[in-house]
């Protein structure tokens, strides 16, 4: 039996990717299987968001150089899309491609390789195995050239997702038995900005409430993509997790505007201001860029300033990573290393301050927690807290849950019966 592995670095988009490539191959005859497990094809979906996420798609294809068993290995993605000439000299790897349908380049593979599947091994997979939330790609594609970020390149322009297309896909992931679907996207608020009136993300969600699914989740959102109408239905449904993704990247308006942001700090804190009047426990996480060229210590202490005003739930910070081809990456003015790793740290430690302080509001308070790890139980609420549990629960089981204590980074709970 041909026999298959797929790595997938990045994003919850190339998650979703990972997932229509593996249901592809199953429906050819193939089988999915550990990479350690001696595939014949071991794939990597690659990312090129940082020097570091390219770094690792190479390595982890190199380790596979070392077994006993060579694969025919696959570099795919982002990575080769966004530079293919830099990808290509990696020579040890067999076939290396930018994006494809995954027909395509599973015809490719079999076509290079000349491993073929059987034809009476053709199979259903159901997706997302291992996981108890499902996401779901509803649209592709950026246009907005931030000038540190390579994903327009890597990506390319917008498109949207049919409507009946995306209640085909709700449909599957709720025979599946999943209860909670993350809409995501390269850019999730440009969705239907290529099609009629009729394709909005607003639309989109009215659409799927309709349905029985418990959780309604949305990814990355921009500031000014928040529309009143969005904020109206996360009020009114409960289906519709109160939590909202807004990347700030920097609370300074001179950096933000060398970024290539097309918002001030002040707008974003009057916005966040005005969300939460509408949707009170809202939960707004948010990325942080870090060691910005030209970023001075007064900009950064402007940005920790905006982060403490906002208090936002959850922060992930990230350092500057330079991107070949992008305006960002050949400006003069960079920030060395140690002082980025200063700054990194401190707004963490900033982060966990306020992720406690937010926490601890719902400290004694019932919140609907889906159950999603082990080693302790964990799980996370609508607003995106995370609670851990004393006893034993499967994976995917809604459940009522008290916050007892703050612990590590969320609650500690126990089910209310």
């Given at each position: 039996?041909a026999?298959v592995?797929?790595?997938?670095?990045?994003?919850?988009a190339?998650?979703?990717?990972?997932?229509?490539?593996?249901?592809?191959?199953?429906s050819?005859?193939?089988?999915?299987?550990?990479?350690?497990?001696?595939?014949?094809?071991?794939?990597?979906?690659s990312c090129?968001?940082?020097?570091?996420?390219?770094?690792?798609?190479?390595?982890?294809?190199?380790?596979?150089?070392?077994?006993?068993?060579?694969?025919?290995?696959v570099?795919?993605?982002?990575?080769?899309?966004?530079?293919?000439?830099?990808?290509?000299?990696?020579?040890?790897?067999?076939?290396?491609?930018?994006r494809?349908e995954?027909?395509?380049?599973?015809?490719?593979?079999?076509?290079?390789?000349?491993i073929?599947?059987?034809?009476?091994?053709?199979?259903e997979?159901?997706?997302?195995?291992?996981?108890?939330?499902?996401?779901?790609?509803?649209?592709?594609?950026?246009?907005?050239?931030c000038?540190?970020c390579?994903?327009?390149?890597?990506?390319?322009?917008?498109?949207?997702?049919?409507?009946?297309?995306?209640?085909k896909?709700v449909?599957?992931?709720?025979?599946?038995?999943?209860?909670?679907?993350?809409?995501?996207g390269?850019?999730?608020g440009?969705?239907?900005?290529?099609?009629?009136q009729n394709?909005?993300?607003?639309?989109?969600?009215?659409?799927?409430l309709k349905?029985?699914?418990p959780?309604?989740?949305?990814?990355?959102?921009?500031?000014?993509?928040?529309?009143?109408?969005?904020?109206?239905?996360?009020?009114?449904e409960?289906?519709?997790c109160?939590?909202?993704?807004l990347?700030?990247?920097?609370?300074?308006?001179?950096?933000?505007?060398?970024?290539?942001?097309?918002?001030?700090?002040?707008e974003?804190?009057e916005?966040t201001?005005?969300?939460r009047?509408?949707?009170?426990?809202?939960?707004?996480?948010?990325?942080?860029?870090?060691?910005?060229?030209?970023?001075?210590?007064?900009?950064?202490?402007?940005?920790?300033?905006?982060?403490?005003q906002i208090?936002?739930?959850?922060?992930?910070?990230?350092?500057?990573?330079?991107?070949?081809?992008?305006?960002?990456?050949?400006r003069?003015?960079?920030?060395p290393?140690?002082?980025?790793?200063?700054?990194?740290?401190?707004?963490?430690?900033?982060?966990?301050?306020?992720?406690?302080?937010?926490?601890?509001?719902?400290?004694?308070?019932?919140?609907?927690v889906?159950?999603?790890?082990?080693?302790?139980?964990?799980?996370?609420?609508?607003?995106?807290?995370?609670?851990?549990?004393?006893?034993q629960?499967?994976?995917?089981?809604?459940?009522?849950?008290?916050?007892?204590?703050?612990?590590?980074?969320?609650?500690?709970?126990?089910?209310?019966?």
């Open positions: 039996m026999k592995a797929i790595f997938t670095l990045g994003c919850k190339n998650q979703y990717d990972s997932e229509q490539l593996k249901k592809e191959f199953v050819r005859g193939w089988k999915l299987i550990d990479e350690q497990a001696d595939p014949d094809v071991f794939l990597v979906n090129a968001v940082t020097g570091e996420a390219a770094r690792q798609s190479r390595q982890r294809l190199r380790k596979k150089l070392q077994g006993r068993h060579k694969p025919f290995l570099l795919y993605g982002c990575y080769p899309q966004s530079y293919p000439l830099q990808a290509g000299k990696t020579s040890e790897i067999d076939l290396i491609t930018g494809m995954p027909a395509a380049l599973i015809d490719r593979i079999e076509e290079v390789s000349g073929k599947p059987r034809p009476e091994n053709r199979g997979l159901i997706p997302f195995q291992g996981r108890t939330r499902a996401f779901l790609k509803i649209e592709e594609g950026c246009e907005s050239f000038s540190y390579i994903v327009p390149r890597a990506r390319g322009g917008i498109w949207s997702k049919p409507l009946a297309d995306i209640q896909e449909d599957e992931l709720l025979h599946s038995g999943f209860k909670e679907i993350v809409l995501t390269i850019h999730l440009y969705y239907g900005k290529d099609r009629d394709h909005s993300l607003e639309k989109v969600i009215r659409e799927i349905t029985s699914l959780r309604l989740r949305l990814s990355s959102l921009e500031i000014n993509e928040v529309s009143p109408e969005l904020l109206e239905l996360m009020a009114a409960n289906a519709l109160p939590h909202l993704h990347p700030l990247q920097s609370g300074s308006n001179r950096v933000l505007q060398m970024m290539n942001r097309q918002y001030s700090a002040q974003f804190m916005k201001t005005a969300y009047k509408v949707v009170p426990e809202v939960g707004l996480t948010t990325d942080i860029m870090v060691g910005f060229p030209g970023e001075s210590r007064e900009d950064f202490s402007r940005t920790v300033e905006v982060v403490r208090g936002f739930s959850r922060i992930h910070v990230f350092p500057f990573s330079p991107r070949p081809g992008t305006p960002a990456a050949r003069n003015d960079p920030i290393g140690p002082e980025k790793k200063r700054r990194s740290l401190f707004l963490r430690e900033v982060g966990e301050e306020l992720m406690k302080r937010f926490n601890s509001h719902f400290l004694k308070r019932q919140a609907e889906l159950v999603e790890g082990s080693s302790p139980v964990q799980g996370w609420s609508p607003n995106y807290i995370r609670y851990y549990l004393p006893d629960y499967p994976p995917g089981q809604l459940l009522q849950v008290q916050g007892e204590k703050i612990f590590q980074d969320g609650l500690w709970g126990k089910e209310v019966q």
